[in-house]
């Protein structure tokens, strides 16, 4: 069993910044994995925000292109996503996933 757990989420200002982190626990070679962040907005179908695979290379969904920054830390098991230039548009529950294992979510609420 995996268990992933978010945290860093809240309430921001347009235009600001967050860093939301995710700690893997439980039976996962945390290292040999690809992970990824992913969000859903309400009445919006989950989409991909980033990704990072064993080896370091990441992928961007396109809305959050040259805004966004994964990376991991993989002595911690845990997977960062760096936020940056916020807008209202970015307000979701974000969750981290790895394999068929998700996280509970953590809710990121853009606004003035």
């Known amino acids: 069993q995996v268990q992933l757990v978010e945290s860093g989420g809240g309430l921001v200002q347009p235009g600001g910044s967050l860093r939301l982190s995710c700690a893997a626990s439980?039976?996962?070679?945390?290292?040999?994995?690809?992970m990824g962040w992913y969000r859903q907005a309400p009445g919006k179908q989950r989409e991909l925000v980033a990704g990072?695979?064993?080896?370091?290379?990441?992928n961007y969904g396109d809305s959050v292109k040259g805004r966004f920054t994964i990376s991991r830390d993989n002595a911690k098991n845990t997977v960062f996503l760096h936020m940056t230039s916020l807008n209202p548009e970015d307000t979701a529950v974000y969750s981290c996933?790895?394999?068929?294992?998700w996280g509970q979510g953590t809710q990121v609420t853009v606004s003035s």
């Open positions: 996933n790895v394999t068929v294992y």
């Open positions: 990072i695979a064993s080896g370091g290379r990441t």
């Open positions: 439980g039976s996962i070679f945390f290292r040999l994995y690809a």
